[in-house]
């Protein structure tokens, strides 16, 4: 009897052990959403208001690189699930080549607005800084949102 109580008793504990220790992990990963989709992406905020001029500078310089018009480009980000990387990734584009092409198309924007008095030289070298720290994940959704809600 000894035996089987002490088996009995280390059987309790050794579950025990299991249940908190599980409890902890599933608290941690309750905390942890880094992992999650909907919390890699945040909204933008860059520096400076974007102009509507902006807007359409960027989908008309990204529709160009996909050799495409920017109303094809918003149907086809409507229809692939992978967004606007997709459309790109359908054209044979990379994603290191897309966020360049994206870039380029933010920087080109920003100096339009200098050339045309929206923007100082200062407001627009802020403003790329903020669109190049963000990840090519937020800057496809950013643009494909661009694309898609007609701004």
């Not at 890699?40 to 960027?58: C, F, G, H, R, S």
């Not at 920003?110 to 923007?119: F, H, S, Y």
Request: hydrophobic share 35%; net charge positive; proline share 4%.
């Amino acid at each position: 009897m000894k035996t089987s109580a002490r088996q009995s008793k280390g059987f309790w504990s050794l579950l025990g052990l299991v249940m908190v220790l599980t409890s902890i992990a599933f608290t941690a990963c309750s905390f942890d959403n880094s992992s999650r989709p909907s919390a890699q992406y945040t909204t933008p905020n860059p520096p400076t208001a974007l102009p509507a001029e902006y807007y359409k500078t960027v989908k008309e310089q990204v529709a160009k690189a996909l050799r495409l018009s920017v109303s094809q480009t918003a149907d086809k980000i409507k229809t692939d699930p992978d967004g606007l990387f997709g459309v790109a990734n359908h054209q044979g584009i990379s994603q290191e080549q897309f966020t360049k092409i994206q870039l380029d198309a933010m920087q080109t924007a920003g100096k339009q607005m200098v050339t045309i008095a929206k923007w100082t030289q200062q407001q627009a070298d802020n403003d790329f800084k903020y669109w190049q720290a963000r990840s090519e994940k937020a800057l496809n959704g950013d643009i494909s949102t661009w694309f898609v809600d007609n701004k």
